[in-house]
């Protein structure tokens, strides 16, 4: 590689950087947060959560007296709520351990839930002035161009020279926060990953792909894959002004959200059907499924899923002709509980009653959140 110029990549940073909350304070936590927000998501997306956050809970003190729900409410619509989740136990290992200062160690800051090198980097180089380095997205695809690896990226050979490389680099910079901000910077609004603006970057006399031409083919485009389509099924049940909710376990995808009664449909059923039965299999209720009272299409990261949700009624018998996942169904007695929570039937979720003006209360992740808009009229 030729000598990166560094002061111009500087220079470039301080002219050109954008205005972003997390800018303004360089703390770990304000860093932190922002790193582990900004994983996967767009930038203007993640700001005004990042302030909400920071103004709710100022300091890993703060967060780490959390309630989970709280913390998955304000993550509500943000996504992969694992993040969340690892972010609460990280604050309260942080308090319990480090006396509520993140730990000045590379070693300790990897050892903390959902914090990974790149993250610890950006850290401990912002608030500790380590030289350590960032290897985020961006930065990876910026180094390879500069480089002008033509290899799978994932590959250990290349992962190696990549960090060895981003390593080499921060250990020249005078500052290391200011370093790996102007590199994550450059891949974000410069080295893009479709339309880079060679004309424009600081660093263009020492790339190596911009001197063969070969610039947008790195990184080498991912084989396309059939990405799973699901329909899902679920109940809106509302009596007496509530309407039934589940909450899905800790763990996994959504863990901790809250959403509509229901589940996969089964090849062979309709999404009618399908509501019928999972109530029965999940919850020991007797349903009727009536209008279907909204549609809601949704991609996740590995698969995508159709939603429909049906306006339902308790009965208390079983629908005799729901199709064969009928005959699974309980009998009428174990299904009428009354509409308050604490005598539902014994389930793998907890499953609540609750107040339609309540509702706005709990996280739900982003398909059930279009129902329940539905539901309330908004
Ligand atoms: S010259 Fe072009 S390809 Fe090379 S680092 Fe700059 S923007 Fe990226």
């Given at each position: 590689m030729a000598v990166l110029p560094l002061s111009d990549l500087h220079a470039w940073f301080l002219a050109h950087q954008r205005d972003l909350p997390w800018r303004r304070r360089r703390d770990a936590y304000a860093v932190w947060l922002s790193e582990?927000?900004?994983?996967?998501?767009?930038?203007?997306?993640?700001?005004?959560?990042?302030?909400?956050?920071?103004?709710?809970?100022?300091?890993?003190?703060?967060?780490?007296?959390?309630?989970?729900?709280?913390v998955l409410k304000l993550w509500e619509g943000l996504g992969?709520?694992?993040?969340?989740?690892?972010?609460?136990?990280?604050?309260?290992?942080?308090?319990?351990?480090?006396?509520g200062r993140f730990p000045d160690?590379?070693?300790a800051a990897e050892a903390l839930p959902g914090i990974a090198r790149s993250t610890a980097g950006a850290i401990l180089s912002a608030a500790y002035d380590r030289p350590l380095p960032v290897l985020d997205g961006n930065v990876k695809r910026v180094l390879a161009r500069i480089m002008a690896i033509r290899e799978d990226l994932t590959r250990p050979a290349a992962v190696?020279?990549?960090?060895?490389?981003?390593?080499?680099?921060?250990?020249?910079?005078?500052?290391?926060d200011r370093h790996n901000q102007a590199m994550m910077e450059l891949g974000?609004?410069?080295?893009?990953?479709?339309?880079?603006?060679?004309?424009?970057?600081?660093?263009?006399?020492?790339?190596?792909?911009?001197?063969?031409?070969?610039?947008?083919?790195?990184?080498?485009?991912?084989?396309?894959?059939?990405?799973?389509?699901?329909?899902?099924?679920?109940?809106?049940?509302?009596?007496?002004?509530?309407?039934?909710?589940?909450?899905?376990?800790?763990?996994?995808?959504?863990?901790?959200?809250w959403e509509f009664p229901?589940?996969?449909?089964?090849?062979?059923?309709?999404?009618?059907?399908?509501?019928?039965?999972?109530?029965?299999?999940?919850?020991?209720?007797?349903?009727?499924?009536?209008?279907?009272?909204?549609?809601?299409?949704?991609?996740?990261?590995?698969?995508r899923i159709t939603l429909h949700a049906f306006s339902c009624r308790r009965i208390r018998q079983p629908p005799v002709d729901s199709g064969p996942a009928a005959s699974r169904t309980p009998d009428a007695a174990a299904v009428s509980p009354p509409p308050c929570d604490p005598s539902l039937p014994p389930a793998a979720r907890t499953a609540r009653w609750v107040p339609l003006e309540h509702l706005d209360d709990y996280p739900f992740p982003k398909a059930n959140k279009k129902v329940l808009d539905r539901l309330l009229g908004r």
């Open positions: 582990i927000m900004l994983q996967q998501t767009r930038v203007d997306t993640v700001v005004p959560y990042f302030e909400r956050f920071v103004a709710r809970f100022p300091g890993f003190e703060a967060l780490a007296l959390a309630d989970e729900q709280e992969y709520y694992a993040r969340a989740r690892n972010l609460l136990a990280a604050a309260r290992r942080i308090a319990a351990r480090h006396n160690s590379l070693d190696r020279k990549l960090w060895e490389t981003a390593g080499d680099l921060v250990l020249a910079a005078p500052d290391p974000a609004t410069c080295c893009t990953p479709r339309a880079p603006d060679c004309a424009t970057c600081p660093v263009a006399t020492a790339c190596k792909a911009l001197d063969l031409g070969i610039q947008a083919g790195i990184p080498a485009p991912k084989k396309t894959r059939t990405i799973p389509h699901h329909h899902v099924a679920v109940a809106v049940i509302v009596e007496d002004g509530r309407t039934l909710i589940q909450q899905r376990p800790s763990e996994g995808l959504l863990g901790g959200l229901g589940g996969k449909v089964e090849p062979g059923e309709t999404p009618a059907q399908a509501v019928v039965r999972e109530l029965a299999e999940e919850l020991a209720l007797a349903v009727e499924a009536g209008d279907e009272l909204a549609t809601v299409k949704h991609a996740y990261s590995h698969f």
